[in-house]
DNA sequence: CTGTTAGCGCTTTCAC
DNA sequence: GTGAAAGCGCTAACAG
């Protein structure tokens, strides 16, 4: 193995000046740097990342932590993270917490190991408070992506979800439906009980009647959507809903499944619109009509506020609310 | 900071005695180790990683380098090794190549410089060979995933590629097509080749011509199918191939959206089929007849081959050939 | 079963 | 501009 000295002798200076060449330390005469430069590459010296994090205390590591990578809408965030993370010297380790607050202390724990040199989280629920007590216990930086906590200020990139489920219902109204449903996920989300508020507010405006039957909860990763067709099947015709609207796009998938089980039809016997693409890229074979959220931008974003926050620790903390925009396909059948 | 020398002394035992206990020796009293324990709850001390790493050698990090983590291909290769990486005490890395292999050597060297204990690399084109070649030199152990390198003999987890293709082009061939097109990617990928392959070797089973205009190649991170549109329309009508077998999700996605510009219609005008599934989850509204790879088990096994290597590192190179399964779905109109 | 010593490869701090 | 000394927090190798 080729360490800082074998490159410091073969240049003929100290260890320290090979340090400050591959720190790129503004202090050096150029014809040394040189030197050094050269003997870096006749040796083929690669730094030791590990030695460099023990004495100077960064890693240029930052952490990913979200629910599931597997959605879309995660894809586009890491995408994205990944991306800056790379324009600024950093890499990203990615974990998936599957909605488990235990899981993410876990990781929030291993990122403390590592000594990360920050974290972008999308808190799996108001109980992630903990994990974030430990982020400042440690004193890593961090930023909230996709979701809130409440009692919790920190740097956020979140979208615009009232906006989102206003593009929603309106495409919904707009087409004619009146009764509409709402599948939403579990309370403890901060962002599901944000668009659920829309929801109803919007119902209210409307004057639409929100029946207590139309309001179904269902797991972000165990989704049990089979009772809410069935229950969506048995409802007399004139106080079935017409439309449902999801606010997670798997959910929405999973919905039309279990309505196709039990002989219903998407759009034919009831619309569906949600939150988030199912579809990774522009898709012309897409059929759900929903709001999509610029995932991508979530994580460029994130991981560009997140570095701010490690240069400036005593900033106050900045918020990014980015807009949705409403894509139209087959999933809403119009009753005008 | 809460050190191994903090937690030594409030245990009454040396650092030594604290640091077998975190790592789990066996040779410990059991009462000594319940008071180390305890000493650590008490501390809440986190063992630092980069120290950890300096004088044992081993990060416990794993670097997951692949082309694109948008492609549901490789979210669910990254899903797979993240969660079987987990389970083993790992955490992973991830990158993408965008096809490029000089970003792919970057990658590499960042993994040397991390002493990341392995790497599962999809190898950007036959010139990964340089990188590969780093990996060799500095006795990183790596699995090859999705795709193989000519001339390198390593472990790998790949597509059993032949039977797709024959998987989809039965289901062509059963559906009355005969003027069956290939929408392929870069010659320098393997996979590309041993599909393309065999499509050629399945056409001549069945003495059907193979016209050098029905066989379009692109990028696949720059995919430019407007021009292959253009052709297939301009062909004329008893020349025009009846469906088109393309090597990858996007691709067909892409062809599909550029067809539509040129007003033929899918399947009316022409069916498509191709490679994996544009969709993470199960997905009755989706539109494209695949074969669908088994994704998650790349990365699950993926890593699970890693931890293998990097146990033994002397034995044989093993390889895993995954099959893949035919999703039927509505791109595919029947001739007969 | 437990402790001592040395050192992993780098950077910090302070001289010069 | 450059170098010497010390040390980051841990574990390997040995001793007992």
């Given at each position: 193995l080729v360490t800082i000295y074998d490159v410091a002798k073969r240049a003929n200076v100290s260890a320290m000046t090979v340090s400050r060449v591959i720190n790129n330390s503004t202090l050096i005469k150029e014809t040394t740097?040189?030197?050094?430069?050269?003997?870096?590459?006749?040796?083929?010296?690669?730094?030791?990342?590990?030695?460099?994090?023990?004495?100077?205390?960064?890693?240029?590591?930052?952490?990913?932590?979200?629910?599931?990578?597997?959605?879309?809408?995660?894809?586009?965030?890491?995408?994205?993270?990944?991306?800056?993370?790379?324009?600024?010297?950093?890499?990203?380790?990615?974990?998936?917490?599957?909605?488990?607050?235990?899981?993410?202390?876990?990781?929030?724990?291993?990122?403390?190991?590592?000594?990360m040199d920050g974290v972008l989280l999308a808190p799996a629920a108001d109980r992630s408070l903990e994990s974030i007590r430990l982020l400042d216990k440690y004193r890593i930086p961090f930023v909230l992506i996709d979701r809130e906590v409440p009692a919790v200020a920190a740097d956020s990139v979140v979208g615009d979800n009232a906006g989102a489920v206003r593009l929603l219902f309106e495409h919904l109204f707009g087409h004619g439906h009146r009764r509409i449903a709402l599948l939403s996920g579990p309370e403890q989300v901060w962002n599901t009980r944000v668009r659920e508020k829309e929801y109803r507010k919007r119902m209210n405006e409307q004057s639409l009647p929100v029946d207590p039957r139309w309001i179904f909860r269902s797991g972000l990763t165990h989704r049990n959507t089979a009772e809410a067709a069935r229950i969506l099947r048995n409802l007399p015709e004139a106080e079935r809903?017409?439309?449902?609207?999801?606010?997670?796009?798997?959910?929405?998938?999973?919905?039309?499944?279990?309505?196709?089980?039990?002989?219903?039809?998407?759009?034919?016997?009831?619309?569906?619109?949600?939150?988030?693409?199912?579809?990774?890229?522009?898709?012309?074979?897409?059929?759900?009509?929903?709001?999509?959220?610029?995932?991508?931008?979530?994580?460029?974003?994130?991981?560009?506020?997140?570095?701010?926050?490690i240069d400036e620790p005593e900033r106050a903390p900045s918020h990014l609310v980015l807009p949705a925009k409403l894509l139209t396909r087959r999933s809403v059948r119009s009753l005008i």
């Open positions: 740097k040189r030197k050094v430069l050269e003997a870096i590459r006749e040796l083929d010296y690669i730094p030791n990342r590990s030695a460099r994090s023990l004495s100077s205390k960064d890693t240029k590591l930052l952490s990913l932590i979200i629910t599931d990578i597997t959605n879309p809408f995660f894809t586009g965030i890491a995408r994205g993270a990944e991306d800056r993370a790379n324009e600024l010297g950093y890499q990203v380790v990615f974990s998936n917490t599957d909605e488990n607050v235990d899981k993410e202390t876990d990781y929030v724990r291993a990122a403390v190991s590592r000594g809903p017409t439309a449902v609207l999801a606010t997670n796009n798997f959910l929405a998938l999973s919905l039309i499944q279990s309505l196709k089980a039990q002989g219903m039809n998407v759009p034919g016997d009831i619309s569906i619109v949600c939150f988030d693409d199912p579809s990774p890229i522009p898709d012309d074979t897409a059929f759900l009509t929903v709001v999509a959220q610029p995932a991508y931008d979530f994580g460029y974003n994130g991981v560009q506020m997140l570095l701010q926050r």
